[in-house]
C-alpha cells in the first residue's frame, strides 16, 4: 500500500492571523523567539512586513506541523545583527535580504516539535521553498538563515543541498540550570574556577551589592537606556537609540508577562540591568548594561548575568538560561556550553 505524502505551506504576514495554540505546540526548547510572545513584538517593531509559514504534513505518520518565522531586512533596516552584509562583514553581500527563523541574533530554526528527521527534512524543505518564493515576490536579493546551530543537522542539510552557503560564523550560549541551584553550579565547576567565582560572590556581598527585579515599564526606560548605551559605547556594537528604545517600549506593552528587568545597585545608586524573558522551563538574557564609574572593579557583569540569575531562575523552577552571541571566554569561564552559529545565506536571482 501506498501513502501519499502531501506538504502544504501556508502564508500570512499578521500575527492575528496565526493559530497561537498551533503554532507554539511547534516550538522547541530555545525557540522563544519563534514563538507568539516574541512574534508580536517583531511585527510591532518591523519595518517592513513580517512571514509567516507554516506547513503542513499528511501522509506516512499522520499529520505533522513546522513553523517559521521570517522578516524581510534591508541595508536601512534598524536589526544590525539580522541583516547579512552586517553578519558577513561583507559590505557587497547582496541585499536586501530575508531574514529566517526567528529575530534574533542566535538559534535561528525552524520549530518542528515532535516530528521525526525524515519528516522534519521535508517541512523544512517545503518552508525555505517557500521562503525563497516570497523573497523573490518582495524583491529581496537573498534569503538566509545567519544562526543555525552547529547541531541542527536536519536543517543544515536541507539548507546546504538547497544552495545555501556558510558565509559567517559566531558562538551562542546556554547554561543548565541544576536541581540545587546556585549551590549546584558551584559544585559543577573546576576546583580553581570555583574559588574564583566563590571570591567574587564574597566581593559583591561585601560591597553590598543587591538586585531587585521589576517589569519593564515606563518608569525603568531611561536606565535602561543609560546603561545599555554605555556597555555599547566602551564594546562596539551598530545600535539605533531609537529603534532600541521603541523595541523596549514594545516589549512593556506586549509581554508584560514575560519580560522583567532586574536592577543591581550598590549602597543605593544602581550599577547594572539585564532585561530577560521567561518562556516555559527557560529564562532567555535579551541585553546587559553598566554603569560603569558606580561599579568600579567590581565582577558585576558576573554577579547579575550568573550568579544571581542562576540562583533567580532556579527559584522559578527554570532548568535553562540562554545567552545570546558575544563574550564567549567570559561565557565558557562561568560554565556557559556553547553552541557554534553559522550563517547560511543563499543569493537570488528574482
Excluded at 91 to 102: H, I, Q, R
Excluded at 186 to 203: A, C, F, W, Y
Excluded at 265 to 275: K, N, P, T, V
Aim: net charge neutral; glycine share 8%; with cysteine.
Amino acid at each position: 500500500m501506498t501513502v501519499t505524502v502531501t506538504v502544504t505551506v501556508t502564508q500570512t504576514s499578521r500575527v492575528a492571523d496565526l493559530d497561537l495554540p498551533r503554532w507554539d505546540a511547534t516550538v522547541e526548547p530555545g525557540g522563544f523567539y519563534g514563538a507568539s510572545p516574541w512574534l508580536t513584538v517583531a511585527e510591532a517593531t518591523a519595518d517592513l512586513a513580517p512571514v509567516h509559514l507554516v506547513a503542513e504534513e499528511t501522509g506516512v505518520h499522520g499529520p505533522a506541523t513546522a513553523t517559521l518565522a521570517c522578516y524581510p531586512v534591508a541595508t536601512s533596516s534598524p536589526f544590525p545583527l539580522c541583516r547579512a552584509d552586517v553578519v558577513t562583514g561583507v559590505p557587497d553581500e547582496p541585499m536586501p535580504s530575508l531574514f529566517c527563523g526567528g529575530r534574533h541574533p542566535a538559534h535561528t530554526r525552524i520549530n518542528a516539535a515532535g516530528a521525526d528527521p525524515a519528516t522534519r527534512a521535508r517541512l523544512t524543505d517545503a518552508l525555505l521553498a517557500h521562503a525563497e518564493r516570497a523573497a523573490v515576490e518582495r524583491g529581496m536579493r537573498s534569503v538566509g538563515m545567519l544562526y543555525v546551530d552547529a547541531d541542527d543537522a536536519v536543517t543544515r542539510q536541507v539548507l546546504t543541498g538547497r544552495g545555501y552557503r556558510i558565509r559567517g560564523h559566531a558562538t551562542a550560549a546556554l547554561l543548565a540550570v541544576p536541581d540545587t541551584g546556585l549551590a549546584g553550579y558551584l559544585d559543577g565547576l573546576r576546583s580553581k574556577t570555583r574559588i574564583m567565582v566563590r571570591r567574587e560572590i564574597r566581593r559583591l556581598a561585601d560591597a553590598g551589592m543587591n538586585v531587585t527585579v521589576y517589569p519593564v515599564t515606563a518608569e525603568v526606560q531611561d536606565d535602561l537606556a543609560r546603561f545599555e548605551t554605555a556597555l555599547t559605547d566602551r564594546y562596539g556594537g551598530a545600535f539605533d537609540p531609537q529603534a532600541t528604545r521603541r523595541l523596549r517600549e514594545t516589549i512593556a506593552e506586549h509581554l508584560p508577562g514575560p519580560a522583567r528587568v532586574a536592577f543591581a545597585d550598590l549602597s543605593g545608586q544602581r550599577c547594572g540591568s539585564l532585561l530577560f524573558f521567561r518562556w516555559r522551563d527557560e529564562l532567555h538574557a535579551r541585553t546587559a548594561g553598566f554603569d560603569y564609574p558606580v561599579k568600579g572593579d567590581l565582577p558585576v557583569y558576573f554577579g547579575l548575568l550568573f550568579y544571581w540569575l542562576i540562583d533567580h531562575a532556579h527559584s522559578l523552577g527554570v532548568r535553562a538560561i540562554y545567552y545570546s552571541t558575544g563574550a564567549d571566554r567570559a561565557k565558557r569561564s562561568r560554565g556557559c556550553r556553547l553552541v557554534g552559529q553559522d550563517a547560511f545565506i543563499k543569493p537570488l536571482s528574482g
